[in-house]
């Protein structure tokens, strides 16, 4: 397997202002390319963002990034996203709650934002490839082309968010973190011996655009109180919330139910229907999910030929589950589990695994759920 590419390569190295983009950035010049660091403002107005170490859209980051550019020595610029990261990333973010969904922005912002508008504007000046801090690997494949694989070090593995992107992009896609299995406090030793300010700074969480990491205060001042019924299986009303959006799939706690389950058992959010403004508990056997379908997938490389079995990863941070999948002829990815697994929620993202390759990734539509009596014995 052989590596096409050239072997110096103008590289622009997508720069946060924290730790793991410093670094990547100083391992592509190390490697020998030619590096200029771009930090992406995504909002109008940066001081609504996050700030300190709370996120990645601040006046205080884009300062971090120029100053770890200049220790590096590269050219440093920074390029207003902030209309495309509102368009793509926010309004879809709030537009998948009001459809009763659960998305993923970060995937979103990975797919629109910085491997497609920045690479987009990266190859239109003539860069070869876009430089990030996640931590996966890019290989070439038998067929010459470009494959994305999980990190080596698994417990810092970032995959699942880069499950969105495709053989194109994977081919300008650079990633100097995914191929050490060194531990976060190693990176940040590796940042301090190169003299780069960010050795220290906390690693982000969350959301980046919700300031104070209040979600269901973000979407009421966006999508508006709206008062309905919470209900049990049978249709039962068991209580009343203020908008079905403030509310996710599997969720247990804030559900402000005025009286226990009759088995005194905890109750978990089972559905959420935005069309009457409804939200469905029950106990959490029921929460079990046998098989789902999913659309819009994203394949990192060609596309399967016929019914496989793989693993599928449901969530960023977490585990991996036998499945057998098959892409159907109307383009909708079928998707059934070995065993029943839980917290599976429309809008999440399911992502395939061929071993630590990955195959792509689909956006869940429907679950089928566990007949009663299977869920019962779980």
């Known amino acids: 397997m052989t590596d096409t590419r050239p072997q110096r390569m103008r590289v622009l190295a997508a720069m946060s202002g924290g730790v793991d983009s410093a670094v990547a950035a100083a391992r592509a010049v190390d490697a020998g390319h030619d590096v200029t660091g771009v930090h992406l403002a995504l909002s109008a107005n940066p001081q609504s963002f996050r700030t300190g170490a709370r996120g990645c859209c601040t006046v205080e980051d884009s300062r971090d990034a120029r100053r770890a550019a200049d220790v ?3 050219p440093f610029y920074v390029w207003d996203l902030a209309e495309r990261f509102r368009e793509d990333v ?41 430089c990030t801090g996640h931590y996966a690997s890019v290989v070439p494949s038998p067929d010459g082309g470009r494959e994305l694989h999980r990190s080596a070090d698994l417990s810092k593995d970032q ?7 495709d053989e194109r992009q994977l081919a300008h896609a650079m990633f100097p973190l995914g191929d050490t299995r060194a531990t976060k406090a190693e990176i940040r ?32 001042s966006r999508l508006g109180a709206a008062e309905g019924d919470i209900v049990d299986e049978s249709g039962r009303k068991v209580g009343t919330h203020q908008g079905a959006h403030g509310f996710t799939v599997g969720q247990r706690r804030g559900l402000r139910i005025g009286h226990p389950a009759p088995d005194g058992r905890p109750r978990y959010v089972l559905d959420i229907s935005p069309v009457d403004n409804r939200v469905t508990v029950g106990p959490v056997e029921a929460l079990d999910v046998v098989a789902l379908t999913a659309i819009n997938p994203r394949w990192c490389g060609t596309p399967p030929a016929g019914p496989g079995h ?5 969530r960023a941070h977490g585990g991996e589950t036998p499945v057998a999948a098959e892409l ?14 839980r917290g599976v929620a429309p809008g999440q993202a399911v992502v395939l695994y061929d071993g630590p390759r990955v195959v792509g990734s689909a956006t869940i539509a429907t679950t089928e759920r566990a007949p009663a009596s299977a869920s019962a014995t779980a």
């Open 90 to 130: 926010v309004e879809d973010f709030v537009a998948e709650y009001r459809a009763g969904r659960t998305p993923n922005p970060c995937l979103r912002c990975n797919e629109k934002i910085k491997f497609a508008a920045l690479l987009d504007r990266a190859l239109a000046l003539g860069f070869d490839a876009v």
């Open 189 to 220: 030793a590796e940042a301090e011996q190169r003299g780069l300010a960010v050795a220290r700074k906390p690693d982000s969480h969350d959301i980046c655009f919700i300031a104070d990491g209040d979600t269901q205060g973000f979407l009421a």
């Open 159 to 165: 995959s699942y968010v880069l499950g969105v992107l």
């Open 72 to 74: 590096i020595g590269i």
């Open 328 to 341: 159907g002829d109307d383009d909708t990815l079928r998707v059934r589990f070995a065993a029943p697994v």
């Open 310 to 314: 793989y693993t599928a990863q449901l």
